[in-house]
């Protein structure tokens, strides 16, 4: 399964859960994203609907796409977390790079991975 480095895709701003975040339809390598920020990866539903229903640590079955985010999730003990379709916005904001993200919400630069993400 090809994983691609974050800062070399174009990206959705989108809102998640009301705060910013970014979203690619690829699988993203972890190990590309910055330090402070946190790469999830969204299930969609089993209808294929393209409906968002769950974010975790890593999708296998239904994968939609990736999001990272500038703030932890709390995610549930297996690592997932369920969301509704009002919990995720298409329409949030302009960003198409990490960088652009980093700049727009004033988030640290930081060339090192935290490998808890």
Do not use: W
Request: charged letters at 30%; glycine letters at 8%; one cysteine or more.
């Amino acid at each position: 399964m090809a994983r691609y480095n974050a800062m070399e895709e174009s990206f959705e701003e989108i809102g998640l859960f009301g705060k910013p975040a970014l979203f690619t339809p690829i699988r993203i390598d972890r190990n590309t994203v910055p330090k402070g920020l946190y790469l999830y990866e969204v299930r969609h539903d089993d209808e294929s609907q393209g409906d968002p229903v769950q974010i975790g640590k890593g999708i296998l079955v239904n994968h939609s796409g990736t999001v990272i985010t500038c703030e932890k999730l709390r995610l549930d003990k297996d690592g997932f977390l369920n969301i509704e379709p009002d919990d995720f916005n298409f329409s949030a904001g302009d960003c198409r790079t990490i960088k652009d993200f980093q700049e727009k919400y004033e988030i640290k630069i930081k060339k090192t991975h935290t490998p808890e993400r």
